[in-house]
């Protein structure tokens, strides 16, 4: 595998061919902020926080770095002043979805988001996707996925998985960015195999 020299934010960064923008840069030591990424995990772009401005022959455009493949002499610039809005913006409509993400405040703190610019709209999910593809992708049971489109799209686990799988795994918990899929799964849990206390407060 050959290794080819890029240069992100004045800093010459070498790297192996196949390797993400995303790869390289945290393979120097430079911070590109993402909340779907996973290196485990096949490129998914979802949150776009990790957007960056890369110049390739004189020509400048913007692409996420979890998907951009290095190149020869690519010039990538990652705190630009219109990527710093983009990326405001983008955790300022995430944060209407999980204000109390802390993860996400973190990263409000950073960019100076307004947690409160946009109405909530308290789905507690940003789909990014983290929680379906490892389950598919890693573990290969799928049982998690997305169900509706648009706005109602949502995370749902698989009952009929829930018990026999997810009960002894719970991988996918640790890399939920909101914090709740936790609550995801035990409602999805409690359909399964309904509490004591809960059956016998359906029997009165």
């Not at 710093?84 to 973190?106: F, G, Y």
Request: proline content about 4%; glycine content about 4%; charged content about 25%.
């Amino acid at each position: 595998m050959g290794v080819v020299t890029l240069t992100i934010d004045d800093k010459e960064v070498k790297a192996n061919e196949g390797m993400t923008v995303l790869e390289a840069a945290q393979s120097a030591g430079i911070k590109i902020p993402t909340l779907c990424h996973h290196e485990k995990l096949a490129p998914y772009t979802a949150c776009r926080l990790c957007m960056v401005e890369v110049e390739a022959r004189g020509r400048v455009k913007l692409d996420t770095a979890c998907s951009s493949p290095v190149k020869e002499n690519l010039v990538v610039r990652t705190k630009t002043e219109e990527i710093n809005k983009i990326r405001k913006t983008l955790l300022e409509l995430m944060l209407s979805h999980a204000p109390d993400s802390r993860e996400l405040q973190e990263y409000a703190k950073e960019y100076g988001a307004d947690k409160n610019r946009f109405e909530k709209e308290a789905s507690f999910c940003i789909h990014c996707g983290l929680c379906v593809r490892y389950c598919a992708e890693v573990k290969q049971k799928f049982a998690v996925s997305f169900i509706n489109s648009g706005v109602n799209r949502e995370i749902s686990f698989n009952p009929e998985l829930v018990s026999t799988e997810c009960w002894k795994c719970k991988e996918c918990f640790p890399l939920c960015p909101t914090e709740a899929l936790q609550a995801a799964y035990v409602l999805a849990e409690s359909l399964v195999s309904p509490s004591p206390s809960f059956q016998s407060e359906s029997a009165e």
